[in-house]
């Protein structure tokens, strides 16, 4: 038997076990430092998402609603009423009354932090252009109104009748306006698609009627929205729609608070004079709204990334007193719960002039 006679060459032998555990753990630890640099980059990049996100619906919701305060007023600042009587066969009541403020701007509860407004205005191409009564008009049930002008009037258009001192009253077209000889006809019959006109015996104008000479203003389907925050979306509904209040639209997400103030005109010059919550009296109170969106990211940090404590962290108005809790509270016992300093925000502010009561007035 033959036997190689020459030792097996050393770079022949392969690894051994202590040099592939050494290989393993180095291996490891070049998988680890790739991960770690990987969730971090990963981390940064949700959160950079994340604030981008916050940054467009802030913006989105900012866009909607000056879009919308811009318009507002249409068709009802020139009035001079304070109330407007309505009625509407799917509402229950059936008869109710509203201010005509072009924009209104309510506190929602305390632990809420934040506000609801309200925008009214015309959608009509003649919202602007009123006409007015060539005879009385003693009662609501009355069928026909005859008006100097009723070009414009489309079936099921909602009008309008103002006389100042008196209350505004509003009612619905029940066909086109029709020319008669010199003036119109705006039929409102009641029953069918025309739920705005009350029945005989369910007299909405005042006492007395209207006297010809009386305003009368298209307002087409008098846009009457009611924007506000929940579950953090910026939520619409249609307050002319019966159940507009368990079925409302959400328009953006991400939106945790929208605050408001109204810039009034306190000595009629045209000019704001003040910023505040408080309720104006008269259609042409407020000439400009002051609006704060806030956003915020859907990316749950791990660690506290927003400052906060009990008073509020985010203050909306720049300059000034705070009026009505202009900060937004991020403490546990706020709105936001108690992760909401582990979230980054966004806030937006612009001041929005009301252009139908500024060029009326």
């Known amino acids: 038997m033959l036997f190689n006679q020459y030792p097996m060459n050393r770079s022949g032998r392969g690894f ?25 980059s990963e981390g940064q990049k949700r959160t950079t998402t994340g604030g981008a996100d916050a940054q467009e619906n802030a913006l989105m ?19 001079g009423c304070t109330t407007i009587n309505a009625y509407n066969a799917n509402m229950a009541p059936t008869t109710y009354s509203f201010n005509p403020w072009p924009v209104t701007i309510a506190r929602d509860a305390p632990a809420a932090g934040s506000d609801r407004i309200t925008i009214l205005y015309s959608n009509s191409a003649f919202g602007n252009i009123p006409t007015t009564l060539t005879n009385p008009a003693p009662v609501s049930s009355a069928v026909v109104n005859v008006v100097a002008n009723g070009d414009g009037f489309v079936q099921c258009n909602l009008f309008i009748m103002s006389s100042p001192p008196l209350a505004c009253t509003m009612l619905q077209a029940s066909q086109d306006g029709q020319k008669t000889g010199q003036d119109w006809n705006i039929q ?100 400009a709204v002051r609006l ?14 927003t400052p906060g404590n009990p008073a509020g962290s985010l203050v909306l108005w720049n300059g000034g007193t705070i009026v009505n809790g202009g900060a937004l509270d991020l403490s546990a016992a706020g709105p936001l719960g108690a992760t909401a300093q582990q979230y980054r925000y966004k806030i937006y502010q612009t001041t929005i002039p009301l252009r139908n009561v500024l060029w009326n007035n």
């Open 16 to 40: 051994s076990l202590v040099e592939i555990m050494i290989a393993v753990v180095v291996g490891m630890l070049g998988i680890l430092i790739i991960m770690q640099v990987f969730l971090v």
């Open 61 to 79: 919701a900012m866009f909607t609603l000056e879009r919308e305060m811009r318009i507002a007023g249409l068709g009802l600042v020139g009035l």
């Open 188 to 287: 409102h019959n009641p029953g069918g698609a025309y739920i705005y006109n009350p029945p005989g015996g369910q007299n909405i104008f005042p006492v007395g009627g209207y006297p010809a000479g009386a305003r009368v203003t298209n307002m087409g389907s008098l846009v009457n929205h009611e924007y506000y925050v929940q579950n953090n979306n910026l939520m619409m509904r249609d307050v002319n729609l019966p159940n507009s209040a368990s079925n409302p639209v959400a328009l953006v997400n991400g939106v945790v608070s929208i605050r408001a103030q109204y810039g009034r005109d306190t000595n009629a010059d045209g000019y704001v004079d003040v910023y505040d919550n408080t309720a104006p009296a008269t259609a042409t109170d407020v000439v």
């Open 292 to 305: 704060a969106v806030v956003s915020r990211s859907g990316q749950l940090e791990r660690d506290v990334v």
